[in-house]
Protein backbone atom coordinates (compact mmCIF):
# COMPACT_ATOMS: atom_id res chain seq x y z
CA UNK A 1 0.00 0.00 0.00
CA UNK A 2 1.14 3.35 -0.38
CA UNK A 3 0.55 5.74 1.88
CA UNK A 4 0.89 9.97 1.78
CA UNK A 5 0.72 11.71 4.87
CA UNK A 6 0.20 15.75 4.55
CA UNK A 7 2.25 16.39 1.15
CA UNK A 8 3.33 19.88 0.51
CA UNK A 9 5.31 21.36 -1.96
CA UNK A 10 6.38 24.77 -2.24
CA UNK A 11 8.65 26.75 -4.52
CA UNK A 12 9.29 29.97 -2.37
CA UNK A 13 5.87 31.25 -1.80
CA UNK A 14 3.99 29.02 -4.23
CA UNK A 15 2.25 26.16 -2.93
CA UNK A 16 1.90 23.85 -6.01
CA UNK A 17 0.67 20.67 -4.27
CA UNK A 18 -1.18 19.93 -0.93
CA UNK A 19 -1.20 18.87 1.79
CA UNK A 20 -2.93 15.91 0.64
CA UNK A 21 -3.28 12.76 2.44
CA UNK A 22 -4.24 9.54 0.90
CA UNK A 23 -3.46 6.02 0.35
CA UNK A 24 -3.28 3.56 -2.81
CA UNK A 25 -3.94 -0.06 -2.24
CA UNK A 26 -1.71 -2.70 -3.28
CA UNK A 27 -2.96 -4.31 -6.86
CA UNK A 28 -4.92 -2.85 -9.79
CA UNK A 29 -4.11 0.29 -11.57
CA UNK A 30 -5.25 3.59 -10.09
CA UNK A 31 -5.27 6.93 -12.16
CA UNK A 32 -4.44 10.09 -11.83
CA UNK A 33 -6.40 12.77 -13.56
CA UNK A 34 -6.83 16.23 -13.55
CA UNK A 35 -6.45 19.68 -15.51
CA UNK A 36 -3.23 20.78 -16.43
CA UNK A 37 -1.16 22.26 -13.03
CA UNK A 38 -2.85 20.58 -10.45
CA UNK A 39 -0.11 18.55 -9.28
CA UNK A 40 -0.63 14.92 -10.97
CA UNK A 41 3.08 15.21 -11.69
CA UNK A 42 4.22 17.00 -8.86
CA UNK A 43 2.43 14.25 -6.42
CA UNK A 44 3.43 11.22 -8.38
CA UNK A 45 7.42 12.64 -8.85
CA UNK A 46 7.08 12.72 -4.95
CA UNK A 47 5.82 9.73 -4.37
CA UNK A 48 8.31 8.08 -6.63
CA UNK A 49 11.09 9.95 -4.72
CA UNK A 50 12.43 11.71 -7.20
CA UNK A 51 10.69 14.73 -5.84
CA UNK A 52 11.40 16.24 -2.11
CA UNK A 53 8.56 17.03 -0.61
CA UNK A 54 8.39 20.47 1.38
CA UNK A 55 6.68 18.90 3.90
CA UNK A 56 5.02 14.99 5.14
CA UNK A 57 6.03 11.53 4.47
CA UNK A 58 5.62 8.89 1.85
CA UNK A 59 5.76 4.93 2.76
CA UNK A 60 5.17 2.42 0.46
CA UNK A 61 4.46 -1.06 2.34
CA UNK A 62 5.90 0.65 5.21
CA UNK A 63 8.96 1.45 3.42
CA UNK A 64 9.74 5.85 3.98
CA UNK A 65 10.67 6.53 0.28
CA UNK A 66 12.67 9.80 1.17
CA UNK A 67 14.46 7.87 3.52
CA UNK A 68 15.34 4.46 2.87
CA UNK A 69 18.18 2.98 1.25
CA UNK A 70 17.62 4.17 -2.80
CA UNK A 71 18.68 0.94 -3.58
CA UNK A 72 15.73 -0.78 -1.08
CA UNK A 73 13.48 1.94 -2.37
CA UNK A 74 14.15 0.69 -6.25
CA UNK A 75 13.34 -2.90 -5.57
CA UNK A 76 9.86 -1.96 -4.11
CA UNK A 77 8.65 0.83 -6.49
CA UNK A 78 9.73 2.39 -10.05
CA UNK A 79 8.74 5.67 -11.81
CA UNK A 80 9.11 6.88 -15.19
CA UNK A 81 9.09 10.18 -16.49
CA UNK A 82 7.48 11.55 -18.93
CA UNK A 83 10.60 12.65 -20.70
CA UNK A 84 13.65 11.03 -21.05
CA UNK A 85 16.77 12.53 -22.15
CA UNK A 86 19.74 10.12 -22.10
CA UNK A 87 23.39 10.87 -22.91
CA UNK A 88 23.96 7.49 -24.38
CA UNK A 89 23.06 5.68 -27.35
CA UNK A 90 21.31 2.70 -25.95
CA UNK A 91 19.54 -0.18 -27.47
CA UNK A 92 16.27 -1.43 -26.73
CA UNK A 93 18.15 -4.55 -24.64
CA UNK A 94 20.89 -2.66 -23.09
CA UNK A 95 17.61 0.11 -21.79
CA UNK A 96 15.56 -2.60 -20.97
CA UNK A 97 19.22 -4.28 -18.83
CA UNK A 98 19.13 -1.20 -17.37
CA UNK A 99 16.05 -2.27 -14.97
CA UNK A 100 17.77 -4.75 -13.54
CA UNK A 101 20.36 -2.63 -11.85
CA UNK A 102 19.10 -2.81 -8.61
CA UNK A 103 18.88 -6.10 -8.28
CA UNK A 104 22.37 -6.89 -10.13
CA UNK A 105 24.18 -3.93 -9.60
CA UNK A 106 25.02 -4.13 -13.19
CA UNK A 107 26.77 -7.95 -13.38
CA UNK A 108 23.76 -9.71 -14.72
CA UNK A 109 22.84 -12.89 -13.97
CA UNK A 110 20.70 -15.45 -15.47
CA UNK A 111 18.31 -14.92 -14.13
CA UNK A 112 18.43 -11.07 -14.66
CA UNK A 113 18.56 -12.43 -18.19
CA UNK A 114 15.15 -14.11 -17.75
CA UNK A 115 13.84 -10.91 -16.58
CA UNK A 116 14.78 -8.90 -19.31
CA UNK A 117 13.67 -11.29 -22.04
CA UNK A 118 10.16 -11.57 -20.01
CA UNK A 119 9.83 -8.08 -20.27
CA UNK A 120 10.70 -7.28 -23.85
CA UNK A 121 8.40 -10.66 -24.80
CA UNK A 122 5.53 -8.53 -22.57
CA UNK A 123 5.96 -5.32 -24.40
CA UNK A 124 6.45 -7.64 -27.66
CA UNK A 125 9.83 -6.30 -28.06
CA UNK A 126 11.65 -9.16 -28.68
CA UNK A 127 11.67 -7.93 -32.55
CA UNK A 128 13.46 -4.61 -32.05
CA UNK A 129 15.53 -5.68 -29.41
CA UNK A 130 18.68 -4.30 -31.02
CA UNK A 131 17.84 -1.69 -32.37
CA UNK A 132 18.77 2.25 -30.73
CA UNK A 133 15.99 4.22 -29.35
CA UNK A 134 17.12 6.56 -31.72
CA UNK A 135 15.92 4.50 -34.39
CA UNK A 136 12.42 3.88 -33.25
CA UNK A 137 9.11 5.55 -33.44
CA UNK A 138 7.44 7.24 -30.54
CA UNK A 139 5.06 4.33 -29.36
CA UNK A 140 8.09 2.02 -29.38
CA UNK A 141 10.40 4.19 -27.79
CA UNK A 142 7.35 4.33 -24.87
CA UNK A 143 7.07 0.54 -25.06
CA UNK A 144 10.98 0.25 -24.43
CA UNK A 145 10.26 2.17 -21.29
CA UNK A 146 8.02 0.55 -19.87
CA UNK A 147 10.04 -2.84 -20.73
CA UNK A 148 12.27 -1.42 -18.38
CA UNK A 149 10.61 -0.97 -15.67
CA UNK A 150 8.89 -3.66 -15.94
CA UNK A 151 12.17 -5.51 -16.23
CA UNK A 152 13.12 -4.04 -12.22
CA UNK A 153 10.30 -5.76 -10.91
CA UNK A 154 9.00 -4.27 -8.60
CA UNK A 155 5.62 -4.62 -6.93
CA UNK A 156 4.66 -0.89 -7.55
CA UNK A 157 5.18 0.78 -11.21
CA UNK A 158 4.75 4.64 -11.09
CA UNK A 159 3.95 5.97 -15.02
CA UNK A 160 3.33 9.65 -15.70
CA UNK A 161 2.38 9.90 -19.01
CA UNK A 162 2.43 6.69 -20.86
CA UNK A 163 -0.05 7.50 -23.41
CA UNK A 164 1.68 10.93 -23.96
CA UNK A 165 2.66 10.61 -27.89
CA UNK A 166 0.39 7.93 -28.74
CA UNK A 167 -1.67 7.50 -31.39
CA UNK A 168 -5.11 5.86 -30.68
CA UNK A 169 -3.76 2.45 -31.54
CA UNK A 170 -0.79 2.58 -29.20
CA UNK A 171 -2.77 4.04 -26.25
CA UNK A 172 -5.23 1.30 -26.20
CA UNK A 173 -2.35 -1.19 -26.76
CA UNK A 174 0.23 0.57 -24.07
CA UNK A 175 -3.42 0.68 -21.63
CA UNK A 176 -4.48 -2.92 -22.36
CA UNK A 177 -0.58 -4.11 -21.20
CA UNK A 178 -0.86 -2.05 -18.15
CA UNK A 179 -3.63 -3.74 -17.26
CA UNK A 180 -2.44 -7.08 -17.98
CA UNK A 181 0.68 -6.23 -15.95
CA UNK A 182 -1.38 -5.82 -13.28
CA UNK A 183 -3.82 -8.12 -13.51
CA UNK A 184 -1.00 -10.94 -14.72
CA UNK A 185 2.04 -9.81 -12.90
CA UNK A 186 0.41 -8.82 -9.58
CA UNK A 187 1.64 -5.09 -9.87
CA UNK A 188 0.52 -1.87 -8.81
CA UNK A 189 0.02 0.40 -11.30
CA UNK A 190 -0.56 3.82 -10.82
CA UNK A 191 -0.77 6.34 -13.81
CA UNK A 192 -1.74 9.84 -14.73
CA UNK A 193 -3.76 9.85 -17.81
CA UNK A 194 -5.35 12.82 -19.64
CA UNK A 195 -8.01 11.06 -21.01
CA UNK A 196 -10.72 10.12 -18.67
CA UNK A 197 -12.15 7.69 -20.90
CA UNK A 198 -9.00 5.76 -20.84
CA UNK A 199 -8.86 6.17 -16.95
CA UNK A 200 -12.18 5.11 -16.72
CA UNK A 201 -11.85 1.92 -18.90
CA UNK A 202 -8.59 0.14 -17.83
CA UNK A 203 -8.64 1.51 -13.91
CA UNK A 204 -10.05 0.44 -11.00
CA UNK A 205 -9.60 3.30 -9.13
CA UNK A 206 -9.53 7.22 -9.81
CA UNK A 207 -7.90 10.28 -7.86
CA UNK A 208 -8.57 13.50 -8.97
CA UNK A 209 -6.50 16.42 -8.34
CA UNK A 210 -7.77 20.25 -8.37
CA UNK A 211 -5.52 23.09 -7.45
CA UNK A 212 -2.82 21.20 -5.14
CA UNK A 213 -5.26 19.10 -3.55
CA UNK A 214 -7.48 15.77 -3.81
CA UNK A 215 -10.94 16.90 -5.49
CA UNK A 216 -12.05 13.58 -5.37
CA UNK A 217 -10.88 10.13 -5.08
CA UNK A 218 -13.09 6.42 -5.30
CA UNK A 219 -13.71 3.42 -7.65
CA UNK A 220 -14.27 3.93 -11.51
CA UNK A 221 -18.08 3.87 -11.01
CA UNK A 222 -18.40 6.32 -8.31
CA UNK A 223 -15.87 8.78 -9.95
CA UNK A 224 -17.76 8.15 -13.55
CA UNK A 225 -20.35 11.11 -12.49
CA UNK A 226 -21.53 14.01 -14.06
CA UNK A 227 -21.29 16.69 -11.05
CA UNK A 228 -17.87 15.06 -10.02
CA UNK A 229 -16.02 15.51 -13.59
CA UNK A 230 -17.55 18.60 -14.23
CA UNK A 231 -16.54 19.79 -10.40
CA UNK A 232 -12.77 18.28 -10.99
CA UNK A 233 -12.43 19.76 -14.68
CA UNK A 234 -14.07 23.26 -14.37
CA UNK A 235 -16.31 21.97 -17.65
CA UNK A 236 -19.39 20.88 -18.00
CA UNK A 237 -19.22 17.10 -18.68
CA UNK A 238 -21.80 14.60 -19.54
CA UNK A 239 -21.69 11.04 -18.92
CA UNK A 240 -23.56 8.28 -21.44
CA UNK A 241 -23.86 4.86 -21.04
CA UNK A 242 -21.84 3.20 -24.21
CA UNK A 243 -21.94 -0.86 -24.26
CA UNK A 244 -23.00 -0.60 -20.39
CA UNK A 245 -19.63 1.70 -20.13
CA UNK A 246 -19.74 5.08 -18.67
CA UNK A 247 -17.94 7.48 -21.13
CA UNK A 248 -17.70 11.18 -20.57
CA UNK A 249 -18.55 13.30 -23.11
CA UNK A 250 -17.21 16.91 -22.78
CA UNK A 251 -16.21 18.22 -26.40
CA UNK A 252 -18.60 21.48 -26.38
CA UNK B 1 11.67 -4.14 -40.65
CA UNK B 2 12.53 -6.66 -38.34
CA UNK B 3 15.75 -7.44 -37.45
CA UNK B 4 17.00 -10.92 -37.85
CA UNK B 5 16.55 -13.18 -34.43
CA UNK B 6 19.86 -13.77 -32.85
CA UNK B 7 20.90 -16.62 -31.25
CA UNK B 8 20.18 -17.10 -27.46
CA UNK B 9 23.71 -17.41 -26.50
CA UNK B 10 24.87 -14.14 -28.26
CA UNK B 11 21.47 -11.48 -27.14
CA UNK B 12 22.53 -12.98 -23.58
CA UNK B 13 26.23 -11.05 -23.60
CA UNK B 14 26.40 -7.65 -24.75
CA UNK B 15 24.58 -6.19 -27.16
CA UNK B 16 25.79 -6.85 -30.84
CA UNK B 17 27.37 -4.62 -32.77
CA UNK B 18 29.32 -3.97 -36.26
CA UNK B 19 32.95 -4.74 -36.26
CA UNK B 20 35.32 -6.10 -33.76
CA UNK B 21 34.31 -7.49 -30.27
CA UNK B 22 34.68 -5.06 -27.41
CA UNK B 23 37.92 -7.48 -25.90
CA UNK B 24 39.50 -7.17 -29.34
CA UNK B 25 39.36 -3.59 -29.36
CA UNK B 26 40.98 -3.44 -26.05
CA UNK B 27 43.38 -5.60 -26.63
CA UNK B 28 44.73 -3.85 -29.83
CA UNK B 29 44.96 -0.53 -27.96
CA UNK B 30 46.50 -2.31 -25.10
CA UNK B 31 48.93 -4.07 -27.92
CA UNK B 32 49.36 -0.33 -29.37
CA UNK B 33 49.93 1.27 -26.01
CA UNK B 34 52.17 -1.43 -24.55
CA UNK B 35 54.52 -1.33 -28.26
CA UNK B 36 54.36 3.03 -27.91
CA UNK B 37 56.08 2.73 -24.47
CA UNK B 38 58.13 -0.11 -25.35
CA UNK B 39 59.48 1.82 -28.40
CA UNK B 40 59.68 5.00 -26.49
CA UNK B 41 61.65 3.03 -23.26
CA UNK B 42 64.48 1.25 -25.36
CA UNK B 43 64.87 2.80 -29.18
CA UNK B 44 67.70 4.94 -30.02
CA UNK B 45 69.28 5.15 -27.21
CA UNK B 46 73.04 6.84 -27.71
CA UNK B 47 75.79 6.98 -24.97
CA UNK B 48 74.79 5.44 -21.71
CA UNK B 49 72.12 3.31 -21.19
CA UNK B 50 71.43 3.55 -17.50
CA UNK B 51 71.53 7.42 -17.84
CA UNK B 52 68.98 7.43 -20.45
CA UNK B 53 66.78 4.46 -19.32
CA UNK B 54 65.91 5.48 -16.32
CA UNK B 55 65.75 9.40 -17.21
CA UNK B 56 63.12 7.81 -19.77
CA UNK B 57 61.45 5.45 -17.36
CA UNK B 58 60.53 8.55 -14.55
CA UNK B 59 58.70 10.06 -18.18
CA UNK B 60 56.97 6.88 -18.92
CA UNK B 61 55.62 6.85 -15.44
CA UNK B 62 54.87 10.90 -15.86
CA UNK B 63 53.00 9.92 -18.85
CA UNK B 64 51.16 6.81 -17.61
CA UNK B 65 49.95 9.09 -14.58
CA UNK B 66 48.75 12.21 -16.55
CA UNK B 67 46.99 9.51 -19.37
CA UNK B 68 45.24 7.82 -16.85
CA UNK B 69 44.24 11.22 -14.75
CA UNK B 70 43.07 13.05 -17.77
CA UNK B 71 41.29 10.21 -19.42
CA UNK B 72 39.62 8.55 -16.53
CA UNK B 73 38.60 12.62 -15.32
CA UNK B 74 37.08 13.87 -18.86
CA UNK B 75 35.29 10.55 -18.91
CA UNK B 76 33.73 10.73 -15.87
CA UNK B 77 33.53 14.37 -15.89
CA UNK B 78 31.74 13.86 -19.23
CA UNK B 79 29.37 11.26 -17.75
CA UNK B 80 28.36 13.38 -14.66
CA UNK B 81 27.65 16.72 -16.68
CA UNK B 82 25.79 14.65 -19.27
CA UNK B 83 27.91 16.27 -22.20
CA UNK B 84 30.68 14.81 -24.47
CA UNK B 85 32.66 17.59 -25.08
CA UNK B 86 33.51 19.43 -21.62
CA UNK B 87 36.95 18.79 -19.75
CA UNK B 88 37.48 19.13 -16.17
CA UNK B 89 39.39 22.46 -16.98
CA UNK B 90 36.00 24.21 -17.75
CA UNK B 91 35.58 24.21 -13.65
CA UNK B 92 38.27 26.30 -13.35
CA UNK B 93 40.84 23.49 -12.05
CA UNK B 94 43.80 24.71 -14.16
CA UNK B 95 43.42 28.23 -13.37
CA UNK B 96 43.41 27.54 -10.17
CA UNK B 97 46.74 26.03 -10.20
CA UNK B 98 48.13 28.62 -12.84
CA UNK B 99 47.08 31.34 -9.99
CA UNK B 100 49.03 29.63 -7.23
CA UNK B 101 52.39 28.99 -9.34
CA UNK B 102 51.55 33.55 -10.22
CA UNK B 103 51.05 34.30 -6.84
CA UNK B 104 53.80 32.82 -5.82
CA UNK B 105 56.36 33.99 -8.12
CA UNK B 106 54.53 37.76 -7.69
CA UNK B 107 55.11 38.05 -4.04
CA UNK B 108 58.03 35.69 -3.76
CA UNK B 109 60.58 35.95 -6.69
CA UNK B 110 61.70 33.58 -9.51
CA UNK B 111 63.64 31.93 -7.17
CA UNK B 112 60.67 30.70 -5.20
CA UNK B 113 59.40 28.00 -7.67
CA UNK B 114 62.44 25.66 -7.57
CA UNK B 115 63.10 26.51 -3.71
CA UNK B 116 59.62 24.89 -2.85
CA UNK B 117 59.34 22.12 -5.40
CA UNK B 118 58.50 18.72 -3.11
CA UNK B 119 55.90 17.17 -1.46
CA UNK B 120 54.83 19.78 0.92
CA UNK B 121 54.31 21.76 -2.08
CA UNK B 122 52.45 19.22 -3.83
CA UNK B 123 50.20 18.25 -1.02
CA UNK B 124 49.29 21.79 -0.61
CA UNK B 125 48.70 22.60 -4.03
CA UNK B 126 46.46 19.64 -4.02
CA UNK B 127 44.15 20.53 -1.42
CA UNK B 128 43.91 23.76 -2.53
CA UNK B 129 42.47 22.63 -5.58
CA UNK B 130 40.35 19.94 -4.26
CA UNK B 131 39.29 22.55 -1.75
CA UNK B 132 38.50 24.95 -4.05
CA UNK B 133 35.94 22.23 -6.00
CA UNK B 134 34.64 21.13 -2.55
CA UNK B 135 33.52 24.63 -1.17
CA UNK B 136 31.93 25.57 -5.15
CA UNK B 137 30.08 22.38 -4.97
CA UNK B 138 29.03 22.28 -1.57
CA UNK B 139 27.56 25.96 -1.73
CA UNK B 140 25.53 25.53 -4.54
CA UNK B 141 24.37 22.01 -3.79
CA UNK B 142 23.35 23.08 -0.23
CA UNK B 143 20.88 25.56 -1.81
CA UNK B 144 17.54 24.37 -3.45
CA UNK B 145 18.49 25.23 -6.71
CA UNK B 146 21.56 23.28 -6.93
CA UNK B 147 22.22 22.30 -10.82
CA UNK B 148 25.03 20.85 -12.16
CA UNK B 149 24.70 22.89 -15.20
CA UNK B 150 24.92 26.30 -12.60
CA UNK B 151 27.73 24.42 -11.15
CA UNK B 152 29.59 24.54 -14.44
CA UNK B 153 28.67 27.99 -15.28
CA UNK B 154 29.88 29.54 -12.10
CA UNK B 155 33.24 27.11 -12.13
CA UNK B 156 33.42 28.63 -15.66
CA UNK B 157 33.32 32.46 -14.39
CA UNK B 158 35.86 31.93 -11.51
CA UNK B 159 37.86 30.24 -14.06
CA UNK B 160 38.06 33.36 -16.21
CA UNK B 161 38.75 35.82 -12.82
CA UNK B 162 41.25 33.29 -11.75
CA UNK B 163 43.13 33.81 -15.41
CA UNK B 164 42.31 37.26 -15.60
CA UNK B 165 43.81 37.83 -12.23
CA UNK B 166 46.79 35.67 -12.70
CA UNK B 167 47.27 37.62 -16.52
CA UNK B 168 47.46 41.00 -14.24
CA UNK B 169 50.18 39.48 -12.35
CA UNK B 170 52.37 38.45 -15.14
CA UNK B 171 52.16 41.75 -16.22
CA UNK B 172 54.18 42.98 -12.47
CA UNK B 173 56.70 40.52 -13.12
CA UNK B 174 60.04 41.01 -14.82
CA UNK B 175 60.47 39.69 -17.70
CA UNK B 176 63.13 37.08 -16.02
CA UNK B 177 60.81 35.76 -13.54
CA UNK B 178 58.00 35.78 -16.21
CA UNK B 179 60.53 33.47 -18.27
CA UNK B 180 60.74 31.07 -15.24
CA UNK B 181 56.84 31.09 -14.37
CA UNK B 182 55.92 30.58 -18.26
CA UNK B 183 58.13 27.23 -18.17
CA UNK B 184 55.83 26.23 -15.30
CA UNK B 185 52.38 27.15 -17.25
CA UNK B 186 53.27 25.16 -20.38
CA UNK B 187 52.77 21.36 -20.27
CA UNK B 188 56.24 19.59 -19.76
CA UNK B 189 56.51 16.08 -19.61
CA UNK B 190 60.27 15.84 -19.59
CA UNK B 191 60.91 18.17 -16.58
CA UNK B 192 58.58 16.41 -14.53
CA UNK B 193 59.65 16.45 -10.79
CA UNK B 194 60.52 13.00 -10.33
CA UNK B 195 60.11 12.84 -6.55
CA UNK B 196 55.92 13.44 -7.35
CA UNK B 197 55.57 10.22 -8.95
CA UNK B 198 55.02 7.77 -5.89
CA UNK B 199 52.72 9.92 -4.36
CA UNK B 200 50.99 10.85 -7.80
CA UNK B 201 50.74 6.94 -8.75
CA UNK B 202 49.25 6.26 -5.44
CA UNK B 203 46.96 8.85 -5.52
CA UNK B 204 45.50 7.81 -9.27
CA UNK B 205 45.62 3.88 -8.24
CA UNK B 206 42.86 4.56 -5.18
CA UNK B 207 41.30 6.62 -7.62
CA UNK B 208 40.84 3.93 -10.18
CA UNK B 209 40.06 1.60 -7.74
CA UNK B 210 37.32 3.75 -6.31
CA UNK B 211 35.99 4.60 -10.23
CA UNK B 212 36.11 1.21 -11.12
CA UNK B 213 34.32 -0.04 -8.43
CA UNK B 214 31.50 2.11 -9.63
CA UNK B 215 31.50 1.59 -13.38
CA UNK B 216 28.36 0.29 -13.45
CA UNK B 217 26.94 3.15 -11.63
CA UNK B 218 28.46 5.65 -13.89
CA UNK B 219 26.51 3.55 -17.07
CA UNK B 220 23.25 4.88 -15.09
CA UNK B 221 23.96 8.23 -14.79
CA UNK B 222 24.24 8.17 -18.40
CA UNK B 223 20.43 7.95 -18.13
CA UNK B 224 19.83 10.94 -16.30
CA UNK B 225 18.88 12.33 -12.84
CA UNK B 226 15.38 10.62 -12.78
CA UNK B 227 16.45 7.53 -14.46
CA UNK B 228 19.33 6.94 -11.92
CA UNK B 229 17.60 7.37 -9.01
CA UNK B 230 14.52 5.34 -10.36
CA UNK B 231 17.37 2.63 -10.36
CA UNK B 232 18.28 3.44 -6.61
CA UNK B 233 21.73 5.40 -7.46
CA UNK B 234 21.99 8.21 -4.43
CA UNK B 235 22.31 10.45 -7.60
CA UNK B 236 23.77 13.50 -5.28
CA UNK B 237 26.68 11.28 -3.40
CA UNK B 238 27.65 9.82 -6.27
CA UNK B 239 27.53 13.37 -7.98
CA UNK B 240 29.68 14.44 -4.94
CA UNK B 241 32.45 11.79 -5.24
CA UNK B 242 32.72 11.68 -8.73
CA UNK B 243 33.80 15.49 -8.53
CA UNK B 244 36.24 14.86 -5.50
CA UNK B 245 37.88 12.27 -7.55
CA UNK B 246 38.03 14.47 -10.79
CA UNK B 247 39.38 17.31 -8.61
CA UNK B 248 42.03 15.22 -7.29
CA UNK B 249 42.79 13.33 -10.79
CA UNK B 250 43.67 16.54 -12.16
CA UNK B 251 45.74 18.22 -9.34
CA UNK B 252 47.90 15.45 -9.80
CA UNK B 253 48.04 15.97 -13.67
CA UNK B 254 48.57 19.52 -13.49
CA UNK B 255 51.32 19.08 -10.74
CA UNK B 256 53.22 16.69 -12.78
CA UNK B 257 52.75 18.17 -16.40
CA UNK B 258 51.33 21.36 -16.14
CA UNK B 259 47.58 22.58 -16.99
CA UNK B 260 46.04 20.66 -20.38
CA UNK B 261 42.65 21.91 -22.06
CA UNK B 262 42.53 19.48 -24.85
CA UNK B 263 44.53 16.04 -24.21
CA UNK B 264 41.61 15.22 -22.27
CA UNK B 265 38.91 15.70 -24.40
CA UNK B 266 41.14 13.77 -27.67
CA UNK B 267 41.35 10.67 -25.46
CA UNK B 268 37.34 10.81 -24.94
CA UNK B 269 36.21 11.32 -27.82
CA UNK B 270 38.65 8.48 -29.62
CA UNK B 271 37.47 6.04 -26.70
CA UNK B 272 34.12 6.47 -27.11
CA UNK B 273 34.62 6.14 -31.30
CA UNK B 274 37.02 3.41 -30.76
CA UNK B 275 34.82 1.45 -28.37
CA UNK B 276 31.52 1.14 -30.03
CA UNK B 277 29.65 1.55 -26.51
CA UNK B 278 28.79 3.88 -23.86
CA UNK B 279 29.59 1.22 -21.26
CA UNK B 280 32.63 2.71 -18.65
CA UNK B 281 33.71 -1.01 -18.35
CA UNK B 282 35.16 -0.43 -21.81
CA UNK B 283 35.30 3.47 -21.95
CA UNK B 284 37.23 4.17 -19.16
CA UNK B 285 40.36 1.59 -19.76
CA UNK B 286 40.47 2.33 -23.33
CA UNK B 287 40.55 6.14 -22.97
CA UNK B 288 43.55 5.50 -20.28
CA UNK B 289 45.27 3.61 -23.17
CA UNK B 290 44.53 5.79 -25.95
CA UNK B 291 46.26 8.26 -23.79
CA UNK B 292 49.55 6.18 -23.56
CA UNK B 293 49.36 5.83 -26.68
CA UNK B 294 49.36 9.35 -27.64
CA UNK B 295 51.46 10.49 -24.95
CA UNK B 296 54.67 7.77 -25.45
CA UNK B 297 53.92 7.52 -29.19
CA UNK B 298 53.73 11.31 -29.84
CA UNK B 299 56.83 11.63 -27.49
CA UNK B 300 58.93 8.88 -29.47
CA UNK B 301 57.76 10.70 -32.97
CA UNK B 302 58.52 14.29 -31.70
CA UNK B 303 62.45 12.45 -30.19
CA UNK B 304 63.01 10.97 -32.88
CA UNK B 305 61.49 12.46 -36.15
CA UNK B 306 60.72 15.73 -35.59
CA UNK B 307 63.78 16.15 -32.98
CA UNK B 308 61.74 18.20 -31.18
CA UNK B 309 61.32 16.51 -27.29
CA UNK B 310 60.24 19.43 -25.71
CA UNK B 311 57.19 20.50 -27.52
CA UNK B 312 54.95 17.28 -26.92
CA UNK B 313 52.07 18.73 -24.89
CA UNK B 314 52.23 21.99 -27.07
CA UNK B 315 51.26 20.05 -29.97
CA UNK B 316 48.87 17.76 -28.35
CA UNK B 317 46.70 21.17 -27.26
CA UNK B 318 47.27 22.69 -30.62
CA UNK B 319 46.11 19.13 -32.29
CA UNK B 320 43.15 18.57 -29.71
CA UNK B 321 42.21 22.00 -29.85
CA UNK B 322 41.80 21.83 -33.88
CA UNK B 323 39.74 18.55 -33.27
CA UNK B 324 37.44 20.12 -30.85
CA UNK B 325 36.63 22.69 -33.06
CA UNK B 326 35.91 20.55 -36.14
CA UNK B 327 34.09 18.38 -33.71
CA UNK B 328 32.02 21.66 -32.61
CA UNK B 329 31.67 22.57 -35.91
CA UNK B 330 30.27 19.05 -37.68
CA UNK B 331 28.00 18.55 -34.50
CA UNK B 332 26.85 21.95 -35.16
CA UNK B 333 25.89 22.32 -31.77
CA UNK B 334 26.72 21.89 -28.05
Same mark, same amino acid.
Given at each position: ???????????????????????????????????????????????????????????????????????????????????????A?????????????????G???????????????????G???????????????????????????????????P?????????????????????????????????????????????????????????????????V??????????????D????????? | ??????????????????????????A????????????????????????????????????????????????????????????????????????????????????????T?????????T???????M? $? !? +?? =?? @???? #???????? &?G??? %?????????????????????????? $? !? +?? =?? @???? #???????? &????? %??????????????????????????????????????????I???????????????????????????????????????????????????????????????V???????????A????????
Open positions: MIEFTDIRKAYGEDVVLGPVSGRIPAGGVTSLVGPNGAGKSTLLTIIGRLAEPTSGTVTVDGLDVHRAKSQDVARTLSILRQENHFTRVTVRELVSFGRFPHSRRLTKQDLAHIDDALDFLHLDLQHRYLDQLSGGQRQRAYVAMVLAQDTRYVLLDELNNLDMKHSVRMMSQLRRAADELGKTVVLIVHDINFAATYSDRIIALRDGRIAASDTVDAMMRAELSEVFDTPVQIHEVGKRTAVYYR | MSEKRLPAAATATAPIRKGLPVAARLIAGGLAAASALAFLFLFIEGSFEFAFERRLTMLGTMTVVAFAQAVGTVVFQTITHNRILTPSIMGFDSVYILMQTLLVAVFGGGVLAVDGMPKLITQLLMVGFTL $L !F +GW =LF @SGRK #GSIHVLLL &VVVL %GLAFRSLSDFLQRLLSPSEYDVLSAR $L !F +GR =LS @SAEP #GYLPLAGA &VCLIV %GVVVWQRRYRLDTLLLGRDAATNLGVAHKRELTVMLLLISLLAMSTALAGPMTFFGFVTAMLAYQMSGTHRHIVVLPMAFLIGLITLAGGQFVMEHVFYASGMLTVIEFLGGAIFLHLLRKGTL
